[in-house]
T-cell receptor, first 112, second 111 residues
């Protein structure tokens, strides 16, 4: 039973397209996150939601729009994809804003 | 911008050797975490330290939080191939509700 699952695992798309990545957690956690890991393995927070409320928006371009329909889901929609968006995107969840984060397996996005 | 520098960036050692990974910042953290990430997977938490000078042990891994809570180290004794992975430290500044991740250390332990 996967704790934090995100789909798809791989996504290859052309520049200019719009795509979504879905994330679900079955841990009963209140907080969910999106992180971006670049080719140098640097992991940077993009967004965090607590009880469906946006807490952190880390100066991410407004082409990226997170949506949390309920506490167990945090989806990431990306408009007008650019080459520089290519990275691995990780969803994570935690009991609250400061406790251990459980990460999904990542979505490798390649923009061509 | 807060920055957590890890050193070394890359480390390749033989099985049975000892090693230390460092995580340094100019910022004071209320807590610091260490994660290990394997290829194709997300990071997995190893430990959280919250008190300056705190030392925690996890089998062959020893974690220390600096007295001033600006730095941390991870020491592995008698490394094994299963320790291979990307080690990430992450620090949280009080009240920010976000963990800033370090630059990472890629460890490879050769059999």
């Amino acid at each position: 039973d996967t704790a934090v699952s995100q789909t798809p695992k791989y996504l290859v798309t052309q520049m200019g397209n719009d795509k979504s990545i879905k994330c679900e957690q079955n841990l009963g956690h209140d907080t969910m996150y999106w992180y971006k890991q670049d080719s140098k393995k640097f992991l940077k927070i993009m967004f965090s939601y607590n009880n469906k409320e946006l807490i952190i928006n880390e100066t991410v371009p407004n082409r990226f729009s997170p949506k949390s329909p309920d506490k167990a889901h945090l989806n990431l929609h990306i408009n007008s994809l650019e080459l520089g968006d290519s990275a691995v995107y990780f969803c994570a969840s935690s009991q609250d804003l400061v406790t251990e984060a459980f990460f999904g397996q990542g979505t490798r996005l390649t923009v061509v | 911008t807060q920055l957590l520098e890890q050193s070394p960036q890359f480390l390749s050692i033989q099985e049975g050797e000892n090693l230390t990974v460092y995580c340094n910042s100019s910022s004071v953290f209320s807590s610091l975490q260490w994660y290990r990430q394997e290829p194709g997977e997300g990071p997995v938490l190893l430990v959280t330290v919250v008190t300056g000078g705190e030392v925690k042990k996890l089998k062959r891994l020893t974690f220390q939080f600096g007295d001033a809570r600006k730095d941390s180290s991870l020491h592995i004794t008698a490394a094994q191939p299963g320790d291979t992975g990307l080690y990430l430290c992450a620090g949280e500044t009080s009240g920010t509700y976000k963990y800033i991740f370090g630059t990472g250390t890629r460890l490879k332990v050769l059999a």
